[in-house]
C-alpha cells in the first residue's frame, strides 16, 4: 500500500493563497509570527485566515494550522496562543527564547513542532533530545530560524526514520528528488513557493503540491 507524503506550506498570509493550499490537499499551513520575516502576519491577519478555514472548509479538508514562533518573548506568544486556534506550535530547538518544558507554551509533545537546523550527519540517536512527535530538519543560518531558501545535503538526514518534514531550499522541481532520497514523512516550503520574498506565487503553491502527493513511497 502506498504512502503519500504529508505537505506544508509555512508563510500564508492571503485567504487566496490558502485556499489554494486547501484546494490541493496541503495537510499543514504555517502562520509565520516571527517579527524579521517577510511572512510575518499580524493577529488580526491571522484570525482573518483562521476564520476562513473554520467557516468555508469542511473538517476533513482541513489543513492543520501551525503557529511559528522564534526569538519571540513569552509576552507576545501567550496571547496569541490564548486567542487564535491552533493545531501546532513550531519553535526552533535552538532559540534561547522559546520557553522552556515547564511552561504550557511549549505545548505538549504531540502538539509542538520542534524545527532542528541540520549541520552534518544526524540519526534518530543524535535527535533524541528533540522532544515532540514531529520534527522539521531544515537547513542552518546563524541569521535566521527557517524560511531561507537555503538547501542541504539530504543524505545528512537519510539515517532518521522518526517522522519528519524536510526543508530548506525546496521547490516544484526538486521536492520528489528530496522524497526519493531521503523518505522523509513530508516536506516544509516557504520561500520555494514565492515570486519574492513573502509573496506566495499560487501556480508555484499549485505545483509544489502536486508534485510532492504524486510521489509515493512504493514506487507506484
Not at 550527519?121 to 520534527?135: G, I, K, P, T, Y
Request: negative net charge; hydrophobic residues 35%; glycine residues 8%.
Amino acid at each position: 500500500m502506498s504512502k503519500t507524503p504529508k505537505v506544508k506550506i509555512c508563510g500564508i498570509r492571503k485567504v487566496d493563497d490558502l485556499k489554494i493550499c486547501v484546494e490541493e490537499g496541503a495537510d499543514f499551513v504555517g502562520l509565520n509570527f516571527v517579527s524579521t520575516s517577510p511572512r510575518l502576519v499580524s493577529p488580526k491577519e491571522a484570525e482573518i485566515l483562521i476564520t476562513y478555514l473554520y467557516t468555508s472548509v469542511p473538517e476533513f479538508l482541513r489543513p492543520k494550522i501551525v503557529f511559528l514562533f522564534y526569538k519571540s518573548s513569552t509576552h507576545y506568544i501567550e496571547p496569541i496562543l490564548k486567542n487564535l486556534h491552533h493545531d501546532y506550535v513550531q519553535y526552533v530547538s535552538d532559540d534561547s527564547l522559546a520557553p522552556g518544558e515547564s511552561s504550557p507554551l511549549y505545548q505538549t509533545r504531540d502538539s509542538r513542532i520542534l524545527s532542528y537546523r541540520v549541520r552534518g550527519n544526524v540519526n534518530d540517536e543524535s535527535l533524541h533530545f528533540l522532544d515532540s512527535e514531529l520534527l522539521i530538519l531544515d537547513s542552518y543560518n546563524s541569521a535566521a530560524g527557517g524560511g531561507t531558501g537555503e538547501s542541504f545535503p539530504w543524505e545528512q538526514v537519510s539515517e532518521v526514520k522518526r517522522p519528519y518534514l524536510l526543508a530548506g531550499g525546496l521547490h516544484p522541481e526538486n521536492v520528489a528528488k528530496a522524497l526519493s532520497q531521503t523518505g522523509a514523512y513530508g516536506v516544509d516550503v516557504a520561500s520555494g513557493v514565492e515570486s519574492s520574498p513573502g509573496i506566495k506565487d499560487q501556480e508555484l503553491i499549485r505545483n509544489f503540491i502536486r508534485n510532492a502527493k504524486r510521489f509515493s513511497y512504493n514506487g507506484n
